[in-house]
């Protein structure tokens, strides 16, 4: 999706993605099914932080997916305030060198079209719902973006309609597995996501009266 927008902006935006898979960009240590992703993100979120601190990116969009990581130290699944709290913690390491930090809500995780899609089934079976903890999350971004003056972008409208999400959108499979979206998608629905970022003062588009392109990075720092 980043990779579309910035690909049809004639060299006007950059798009960095500092993000790791099973890593989300927050304080605190989370599991892991995999040994080596889960000892790697600690250090991984440092390296994005100082990467975030010297590219000084205009944008910042941090794209967390709530999924029922647990907390190493106490090995609970975190909660909603638990994730507020991190993620706090660590976007005001970054807030000084960045223009505008946004949080982009991860799709909704419920269906996975390679268990519900069968020869067999309807294409309802493999309409997902919004979970209650996927709102939950959505709210502790919002409350951490607005104290730091930034944006939370809710992106259900790139996925759902009345809080249910197809699996397929004029016959384009919408994602691989619960949370990722498929490449076809994402370029699908990139025009979707720039006037979603308008609808919410966040303008993608140089000033007409430039005199050069303008230059502006657009970075990932979440997973």
């Known amino acids: 999706m980043f990779r579309a927008l910035v690909d049809s902006s004639g060299g006007q935006l950059r798009f960095t993605a500092l993000g790791m898979y099973s890593c989300p960009f927050v304080d605190i240590r989370t599991s892991s099914a995999d040994p080596g992703l889960q000892n790697a993100c600690p250090d991984r979120k440092q390296l994005e932080i100082a990467n975030i601190n010297e590219l000084k990116p205009d944008l910042l969009f941090v794209t967390n997916a709530p999924n029922d990581y647990k907390n190493v130290d106490t090995g ?106 498929t490449r076809e998608y994402g370029r699908h629905i990139y025009p979707a996501l720039v006037a979603l970022l308008a609808e919410n003062g966040v303008s993608l588009t140089p000033q007409a009266e430039a005199d050069s392109p303008q230059s502006e990075a657009v970075d990932s720092g979440g997973s």
């Open 76 to 181: 609970k699944v975190i909660t909603a305030s638990e994730y507020q709290a991190g993620l706090t913690r660590t976007l005001e390491q970054v807030a000084p060198a960045v223009g505008k930090i946004l949080t982009l809500a991860a799709p909704p995780a419920d269906k996975d079209v390679r268990e519900c899609y069968s020869p067999r089934t309807s294409p309802a079976d493999c309409v997902s719902t919004v979970p209650a903890r996927w709102k939950a999350f959505g709210s502790a971004d919002a409350k951490v973006v607005a104290s730091l003056d930034g944006v939370h972008i809710d992106s259900r409208p790139l996925f759902c309609v009345s809080d249910r999400c197809p699996a397929f959108v004029a016959s384009i499979p919408v994602k691989v597995d619960t949370t990722h979206i």
